[in-house]
């Protein structure tokens, strides 16, 4: 038996309620000819509401394209600077292969906290 913890994302929300109109067979409403017209613009009224919806999500999705972009390139510079920082603490300088004292060292690596 798999049982599955459920993360907070994963938890049903208000907005994954779905309200389709279009799901319930039996209605109310008296069926008469002149309720078509209704009918045609409750679904025109839904359709606008979606497409106007669609559009919001795809510029919110490029705002946060746009954000992710500005948080990386935040997030390197801050890491160049942290890196500069820790060689010159340490009285060394900057190789490509990470930081030094000027001398080249081979072997396990000694981590001094």
């Known amino acids: 038996m798999k049982t599955s913890i ?9 907005p994954d309620l779905r309200t389709y109109t279009g799901s319930v067979k039996k209605s109310g409403k008296p069926s008469l000819p002149t309720t ?7 679904r ?7 497409v106007k919806e669609l559009e919001r999500l795809r510029r919110r999705k490029g705002q946060l394209r746009g954000r992710l972009k500005d948080v990386e390139k935040e997030m390197n510079k801050l890491l160049e600077k942290a890196t500069k920082t820790a ?4 009285g060394g300088h900057l190789r490509s292969g990470g930081l030094t004292n000027g001398v080249e060292k081979k072997g396990k690596m000694v981590l001094e906290y």
């Open 6 to 14: 459920k993360t907070l994302q994963n938890i049903s929300g208000l």
């Open 36 to 42: 078509a017209v209704l009918d045609l613009y409750m």
């Open 44 to 50: 025109r009224n839904e359709k606008d509401r979606l």
């Open 87 to 90: 060689a010159e603490l340490r």
